[in-house]
């Protein structure tokens, strides 16, 4: 069996739905890989891309991506709730079977190289790909965003490890790398006040004393017109999601405030969600079975995590 | 009003009462400052002095302690529970009213020096107080114990602040150092199974990737029957106790284990506790007043923190 990573692709596009699939084109209907999915997120304006397969196979289209994207995308007329840098914001190699780190590092460099090379976009290698201590986190290298790196990348510490100290003019800047598989996981707040969901996330993330794997902050969700604690878990055998979830309640408590759903965005590895199974039902006095389908995992998910708009397809294990 | 801080000697006895009252001596009923309390451990072989008041005023009384101590303790014949590598292990002076950190610092390097020049004992700075990176977490300064520091002490970077290249024979070496007030806190659980405190310890401390200024262990209690999560809070501020409080109960539910109650070890600071009362007097729809009495902090943190053996003398601002 050939070597499987998964790619998941963030681009700063999250309302024209037909300016995203231009974009996406070139990743469609490939052999070698499959393009699992693709959610654009309105009130974010961004679409988060899913991949799976072959990483050699993914080049070349991933490649013809970026240039339509640089091509679509004016970074100086972007708007949204999520930070971001790049037209293609992020794009990380994670490996899923018979590929190690060190290879998913070697495509994120190989990647990268290219992308500067062919279309002269500055390029910043993070998580492990970091050739640097400071691009290891992806906030710190994005902090300023698009507006800021004009400045921050003349900065000799912020030099892209790829290009020239100068910004993409549309296109800001591209992060590429290499991760584990993590979760990002959204829990959604009763309430408008983002106010709110900032504390909870400052309560909760690492940066500020919390969790140490957890990424956290706020989003205002205009079309449902309440607020979320945004996150990503970056270890989710170290900071379990039913530990997060459930200390969210307790913190909206003192906002007398509550937890409505949670949302799984992109793909979550099944380990990831058996985890917080076996919390619950241990905690139910329920029999806990490891080896349960993937549809009893989704249904006892969305009943114990009240997970919205989840089906097998979001389970990694399901797309393989 | 004057200068007040803590200050918290540890000694390296903890069996022989007459012992031990020999050595408090000169910290007895003296003026600009109080004797708030010591604790022995037998286990440990070890006890915990706290003192409160003027840190000018302490500087000879706790010259003269130390002099007994080390004419007094002998540590190659010394074993405990408690890792150690002094007769007088560490003095943190920690600032309390109309003093800053850096007084504190100033007191440190002060009362080390004088500990080395009098009494020829070598002296680590330690905590804010550090002088070198490598001695700013205690555990790291006192890896290998009495027994270690023999050759430790030889190698550059671990050659003392005050002091040179030897230990004393008897004595061992002094951490004498300035931080924060912490707050020693441990949560009860209905059960004698130890392995149940260690997995909840391991969830919720900052080194296996919870909470960042937590530490936390297991521990057994013979005369009780049942364990207890003991932890140290290093930031109460950040790691707050009700957020720890309810992350136990929350723990404990996936072992069918409850939350029998909770206690504080030695002095806790008034905001310490305000803060929990703070939350759950908001999660439960409740005034609060950041102005109650001490009395009303008691009462109300026995019922939301179901605290035992507390009363007003262990908040710090009972004793000033």
């Known amino acids: 069996m050939g070597q499987i990573v998964q790619c998941v692709p963030n681009i700063s596009e999250g309302k024209d739905i037909d300016k995203i699939k231009r974009i996406i084109e070139p990743l469609q209907h490939k052999t070698g890989f499959k393009l699992i999915s693709y959610e654009p997120d309105q009130d974010y304006n961004r679409t988060v891309i899913t991949l799976i397969g072959d990483p050699e196979a993914m080049i070349n289209p991933l490649l013809e991506f970026y240039e339509i994207a640089l091509n679509e995308i004016d970074l100086n007329h972007h708007k949204g709730e999520h930070p971001r840098m790049g037209a293609v914001d992020v794009c990380p190699f994670i490996p899923i079977q018979n590929i190690t780190m060190d290879d998913c590092i070697s495509y994120a460099k190989k990647f990268g190289e290219l992308v500067f090379k062919k279309l002269n976009i500055p390029v910043f290698l993070y998580a492990m790909a970091a050739q640097k201590p400071n691009r290891t986190l992806l906030p710190d290298i994005r902090k300023g965003e698009f507006e800021g790196m004009k400045e921050k990348i003349k900065e000799d510490e912020w030099y892209p490890d790829f290009g020239h100290a100068e910004i993409h003019p549309t296109f800001g800047v591209a992060a590429i790398g290499a991760r584990m598989p993590l979760v990002a ?101 329920e029999t806990f079975d490891k080896n349960m389908t993937l549809e009893e995992v989704v249904t006892l998910s969305i009943q114990y995590l009240k997970l919205r708009d989840f089906d097998m397809h979001k389970i990694i294990e399901a797309n393989l």
């Open 185 to 285: 996981y959204n829990i959604d707040l009763n309430t408008d006040n983002e106010k709110t969901a900032r504390q909870i996330a400052k309560y909760l993330r690492g940066s500020s004393g919390g969790f140490q794997y957890v990424q956290a902050g706020p989003a205002y969700l205009k079309e449902k017109n309440h607020v979320q604690v945004t996150m990503n878990i970056l270890d989710y055998e170290k900071n379990a999601m039913y530990r997060i979830f459930e200390l969210v309640k307790i913190e909206a408590k003192r906002f007398n405030v509550e937890v409505l759903s949670s949302e799984v965005v992109g793909l979550i590895p099944k380990e990831a969600l058996l985890d917080s199974l076996k919390y619950y039902q241990k905690a139910n006095h």
